[in-house]
């Protein structure tokens, strides 16, 4: 993750919600510019790199190299 000083914009819950929407109806793993081009608005790069270091670190995205996956639990607990 990035140090807190050095970025400039946060993303909302909005954003990390149609990142993580994207992530789930892709077919397989995908690349950053192709998640890129599948978001229906603009996302600055920064604050996408922010998403997919938080996505990984709460276990949701599976970064081996280049291409990254969304993993998530099918199963709910309540």
């Not at 909005?14 to 998640?35: A, F, Q, R, Y």
């Not at 790069?45 to 709460?58: A, C, G, R, V």
Request: proline fraction near 6%.
């Amino acid at each position: 993750m990035m140090p807190q000083e050095n970025i400039l914009h946060f993303p909302n819950l909005k954003t990390v919600l149609m990142v993580e929407g994207v992530l789930k109806e892709s077919d397989g793993p995908i690349s950053k510019n192709e998640l890129k081009r599948r978001l229906p608005s603009k996302v600055m790069h920064q604050t996408l790199n922010i998403i997919i270091d938080y996505l990984e670190e709460s276990g949701k995205l599976f970064k081996p190299l280049k291409y990254f996956s969304i993993l998530y639990n099918t199963i709910r607990n309540y």
